[in-house]
């Protein structure tokens, strides 16, 4: 009779130890890029041209001069409004890496996600609702040219840096290689 109960207080007691660890477990909810467009915003990109040669077209077909202030880019390419349900939200994203800020070692720790490779570098950057700010601890990725999936908790706040501004931030949990 005493084995059983040994046996029972064991099982009990490993449980019990690994209940904190099964409580901090997050599952992260995948976002892609239009996720974190306000429907306005995805709708408004849903009407651009494919490419921004055929913007430039349009707008000189309609009797604009690109070298004067009358040629203006559509609002939703600089928009910097936010979905404020995704605030709190354990996210994964896949992205691009820019890096702002160095450790000592050179290795970057705080870094533009942003949706496709090259952004921020030219001009114009992606919608400030399109690059999200990060900061990461866990050590860097070196291969910028890779796409990564960022895991950790998505914050609403702005970040302006010369070669961006955001609105989404994300203290990262996790940085791996996208696949």
Same mark, same amino acid.
């Not at 990725?141 to 950790?152: F, I, Q, R, W």
């Not at 609105?167 to 996790?174: E, L, N, P, Q, V």
């Given at each position: 009779?005493?084995?059983p109960l040994r046996t029972a207080t064991a099982l009990i007691l490993a449980s019990l130890l690994t209940l904190p660890l099964a409580t901090h477990a997050r599952e992260a909810r995948d976002?892609?890029?239009?996720?974190?467009?306000?429907?306005e915003d995805r709708e408004a990109m849903k009407q651009l041209p494919e490419t921004m040669a055929e913007l430039n077209r349009e707008q000189l077909e309609s009797g604009k001069d690109e070298l004067t202030d009358d040629v203006k880019m559509p609002e939703v390419l600089s928009s910097t409004r936010v979905r404020g349900d995704l605030? %709190? @939200?354990y996210v994964r994203i896949p992205g691009f890496l820019v890096p702002l800020e160095h450790t000592e070692n050179g290795d970057p720790f705080r870094f533009f996600l942003v949706p496709y490779f090259g952004a921020c570098i030219h001009s114009p950057p992606p919608p400030p609702n399109q690059i999200v700010h990060v900061t990461f601890s866990?050590?860097?990725?070196?291969?910028?040219?890779?796409?990564?999936?960022?895991? %950790? @908790?998505l914050e609403i706040d702005t970040t302006e840096n010369e070669l961006g501004l955001s609105?989404?931030?994300?203290?990262?949990?996790?940085i791996s290689e996208f696949r």
């Open positions: 009779m005493a084995r976002l892609d890029w239009f996720d974190l467009l306000p429907e605030e %709190g @939200e866990g050590g860097m990725p070196t291969d910028l040219y890779a796409p990564y999936n960022v895991v %950790g @908790e609105t989404y931030t994300i203290a990262a949990d996790s």
